[in-house]
């Protein structure tokens, strides 16, 4: 059997190109300075580079890598193909170290791919969790160390806190950084992202004392007796974002030894794109690259941005 990284797309750039062109322009070729459709001509010639167009309307040439993560980069379109079917399909994620081995791009460039192919994994979809009366898990985490904030014995001041949501019924999760646990810092992201006839599982955290008020029904196990699962209501659990925060904390560890705060929101990006088309909610492989090549669209990200 053919591995699935000899398919033409991967290894000629040319083909990659009519493969990146079909999915971001399935209609046909679209002039990104001026939106035109028609008269776009194919420029041919030696002297020309690969999939270059010039639009008759406004008389300028362009790519399809125009406004995306592969704006202004040298890497051949083929390589970055095969590093985002390398990301899209790992378990856990790919660190760049590892990505410039087996890329044989140097450390900085696959350091730089992996930041932007994080950035096109960024779901735009910002419709309510829960919808319909579905049951929202919420929890929050604590992972790493904020610069500059001595080490506190018991509490998590110093750690980056995350707060993450997943739909039980549609296996979706979605993750965030967040400044603090208080009901004033969860309760707007709650209220944004959940629907008001969601039932919404959360442990007996003060944060969470007004959620009963916005919801259809608020479920709650108590974590600090070891409770995970309610015995006289067995749907009422935690156990899915629980899931969830173990796969995303065995990656952070094993693939990522540091990432600090400014860049955490691209790792939770990455975690929720995997965990949301895995392959237990039907999508393979091949399917999730595709996904994520649609994602490079408006996503184009400056060396300047990426260190800020
Ligand atoms: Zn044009």
Known sequence: MASALSAPHFHNEEAAYAYVEARIWPEGPVCPHCGGVERIGKMGGKSTRIGTYKCYQCRKPFTVKIGTIFEASHVPLNVWLQAMYLIAGSKKGISSNQLHRTLGVTLKTAWFMSHRIREAMRSSDTGFFGEGGGTVEIDETFIGRLPGVPKAKRAFHHKMKVLALVDRATGRSRAMVIDGVNADTLMPIVLKNVASEARVMTDEHYGYRYIKHHFSYHGTTRH????????????????????YFSIFKRGMRGVYQWCGEKHLHRYLAEFDFRYSNREANGVDDKARADLLLKGVVGKRLTYQRACV
Do not use: A, L, W
């Open 224 to 243: 600090s007796v070891g409770q995970y699962v309610d015995p006289n209501d067995r749907t009422i659990h935690s156990n899915t974002i629980e899931g």
